[in-house]
């Protein structure tokens, strides 16, 4: 089952804040985010595992809250680099194989 | 260290026709994995690789077959092109076993006519 992200898009003016949301309806075990710009690969950005843990890189971070099979991304401060569509891709096998269930993806744009 | 490439990036075929596309992983890992992104949506998973054997599948119907090579590097194969195949095809490898990140190639872009 695909999980629902939201918002489907978002601008921001640089410097400002964002949250993109990816719910499941199926228990998780550990939610993948990416980052794709236009006519590239996606990039990874992190994993969180089952556990409600958060992470953080940078001014990128994210939380994965197990009771509500939900995993936020947050963005602070964002640079015009930011822009570009965020997938999360969900593993619901908790093998370790990583098949991978991606949403429809949140598109970011950052401008000046 | 050379990340995941793909071959090749652009294809366009016709309607019944067969395509073959290529992968090789991340030095250091052992899986891979295939996926296909329509436009304007997130990619699917269709099947994963790992000890040469498909270890997994999503919901893509026997026209898509893969195999894996002893030095990880895979294909994937569509036989009789669908319209509805043209995307973009993206291989991500990942080592088996450990919590980490897939990483993927840059993909081919499928076309069919």
């Known amino acids: 089952q695909q999980p629902v992200q939201s918002p489907q898009a978002v601008i921001l003016r640089e410097g400002e804040d964002a949250v993109i949301n990816c719910s499941s309806s199926k228990a998780l075990y550990s939610v993948h985010w990416y980052r794709q710009k236009h006519g590239e690969a996606p990039v990874f950005l992190m994993i969180?595992?089952?556990?409600?843990e958060q992470k953080g890189h940078d001014k990128i971070s994210a939380s994965f809250n197990e009771k509500k099979q939900q995993s936020s991304l947050y963005l602070t401060a964002s640079q015009l680099s930011y822009s570009g569509t965020y997938f999360c891709g969900t593993d619901y096998s908790g093998a370790g194989s990583y098949q991978l269930t991606f949403g429809k993806g949140t598109k970011l744009s950052v401008i000046p | 260290d050379a990340g995941v490439t793909q071959s090749p990036t652009h294809l366009i075929k016709t309607r019944g026709q067969q395509v073959t596309l290529r992968c090789s992983p991340k030095?250091?890992?052992?899986?891979v994995s295939w996926y296909q992104q329509a436009l304007g949506q997130g990619p699917q998973f269709i099947f994963q690789?790992?000890?040469?054997?498909?270890?997994q599948r999503g919901n893509f119907p026997d026209r898509f077959s893969g195999h894996q090579f002893p030095n990880y590097s895979s294909e994937l194969n569509v036989n009789a092109l669908l319209l509805g195949d043209s995307a973009l095809y993206l291989c991500?490898?990942?080592?088996?076993?450990?919590?980490?990140?897939?990483?993927f190639g840059p993909g081919t872009r499928l076309t069919v006519l």
């Open positions: 690789y790992y000890e040469e054997e498909e270890r």
């Open positions: 030095s250091g890992h052992d899986t």
């Open positions: 969180l595992l089952k556990g409600g």
């Open positions: 991500a490898s990942s080592l088996a076993g450990h919590v980490s990140e897939q990483f």
